[in-house]
């Protein structure tokens, strides 16, 4: 199964694509890695967005999709920007969406945190990578 992990943060989304299982997996695809869309977006920038995101999916045969769960209130609640971008990932996303609590994510790093040989070393990247970790079987 390849799983495309998600991390979105203001008008970005980072991408990190999984194949196997939480035991023995590896990246895919490992070049590309980001989606953006403009603070203002038009039609054109969503559809532009739209059909890059689909033609990664497509090449990559992405079976599953999991993105971070945005925090609704309080302080590092989501803004507009990653409002934007999971609704149109929502909207045409031609793979399965989950979304995932960072503290589940936290969890899973105190358990198995040994397994994730293949963690990216930036930040967002590496937040994407968690996602992406948490879709494996």
């Not at 059909?51 to 925090?71: G, L, M, P």
């Amino acid at each position: 199964m390849v799983i495309s992990g998600i991390f979105l943060k203001a008008n970005v989304a980072r991408l990190v694509t999984l194949t196997g299982s939480k035991d023995s997996h590896s990246l895919v695809a490992p070049r590309f890695n980001k989606l953006a869309l403009p603070k203002n977006p038009s039609q054109d920038d969503i559809e532009v967005f739209s059909q890059a995101f689909k033609a990664y999916c497509a090449d990559n045969s992405v079976d599953k999709v999991v993105i971070n769960r945005r925090a609704t209130s309080g302080q590092g609640a989501g803004g507009a920007g990653t409002f934007l971008i999971e609704g149109v990932l929502l909207a045409i996303s031609p793979a399965a969406i989950e979304f995932i609590h960072p503290a589940t994510v936290r969890a899973t790093d105190k358990r198995e945190g040994d397994k994730k040989t293949e963690k990216p070393g930036t930040v967002d990247l590496g937040k994407a990578y968690d996602f992406g970790y948490q879709g494996l079987s």
